[in-house]
């Protein structure tokens, strides 16, 4: 049992190193955010009309920019910066961006996914070391 966690676990370390893991992670949770604070009822939301939709379109267009890069690596710069707009955005039509705190969670993990870079692999010294 031991052996396969331990299995799962570097499968899941390499895993991690090779995507912006961290960056979809907080650019997920931003999104959340903001729709979890843009839920209300569904009569709300269409006597209001656009501007009840729009917390939902931005919280799951942030949410997909976090997943699309896990995915594909490649898109990372693509989805960084569309999810960090998508988080300023959200200040004006859901709530003040999540009461700020899923703006904040947006623009941070748009910008780690656009910082990120793969990680090098290990020199050989250090791989029979570790």
Avoid: D
Wanted: proline content about 3%; some cysteine.
């Amino acid at each position: 049992m031991l052996s396969r966690a331990k299995t799962a676990y570097r499968w899941f370390r390499a895993f991690r190193r090779t995507r912006p893991f961290w960056g979809g992670v907080w650019l997920v949770a931003g999104g959340w955010t903001v729709l979890k604070f843009s839920l209300s009822s569904l009569q709300l939301i269409v006597s209001t009309g656009f501007g009840g939709v729009a917390g939902y379109l931005v919280g799951g267009g942030m949410i997909l920019c976090g997943l699309v890069p896990i995915a594909l690596p490649a898109q990372r710069y693509t989805f960084g910066l569309i999810g960090a707009v998508l988080a300023v955005v959200s200040l004006v039509v859901s709530n003040l961006g999540g009461f700020l705190l899923g703006m904040v969670l947006g623009i941070l993990g748009g910008s780690m996914m656009v910082g990120w870079g793969a990680k090098r692999p290990r020199r050989a010294r250090e791989a029979v070391e570790g």
